[in-house]
């Protein structure tokens, strides 16, 4: 007989949070990709479900239930994408881009 399945337990068995992996973040089990990560790039890079699955290799059902436990805690996600933004901007301004520097002498800047 089959499991029988409720929201929860679906969404249990597709997104785990451990705090060993991707910070704690929650995240597709067995996957290192993140719930915010599946969030921004259907809701700020407008990727379609389809587009993702192929992209990742993920199933319909790992992207719908990303985008389900998103928009179920859409406020604490937002503000981890917002602290992960502003480390990332600190960082940038911390570090500049060796690259960048380069290509600024070369072109007299």
């Known amino acids: 007989m089959a499991d029988s399945l409720t929201?929860?337990?679906?969404?249990?068995r597709h997104i785990v949070i451990d705090?060993?992996?991707?910070?704690?973040?929650?995240?597709?089990?067995?996957r290192r990709i993140r719930v915010q990560?599946?969030?921004l790039w259907h809701e700020?890079?407008?990727?379609?479900?389809?587009?993702i699955?192929?992209?990742?290799?993920?199933?319909?059902?790992?992207?719908?239930a990303?985008?389900?436990y998103y928009?179920?805690?859409?406020?604490?996600?937002?503000?981890?994408i917002a602290a992960d933004e502003a480390y990332f901007e600190a960082f940038q301004q911390n570090n500049p881009s060796l690259l960048q520097e380069k290509l600024k002498s070369?072109?007299?800047?």
Do not use: N
């Open 44 to 51: 700020r890079l407008g990727m379609g479900v389809a587009e």
């Open 71 to 80: 928009f179920d805690y859409k406020a604490q996600i937002d503000q981890d």
């Open 53 to 64: 699955c192929a992209d990742y290799e993920l199933s319909l059902a790992e992207v719908y």
């Open 7 to 12: 929201p929860d337990t679906t969404l249990d």
């Open 19 to 30: 705090p060993d992996i991707c910070h704690g973040k929650p995240h597709l089990a067995g």
């Open 106 to 109: 070369l072109r007299g800047r």
């Open 66 to 68: 990303a985008l389900a």
């Open 37 to 39: 990560d599946i969030a």
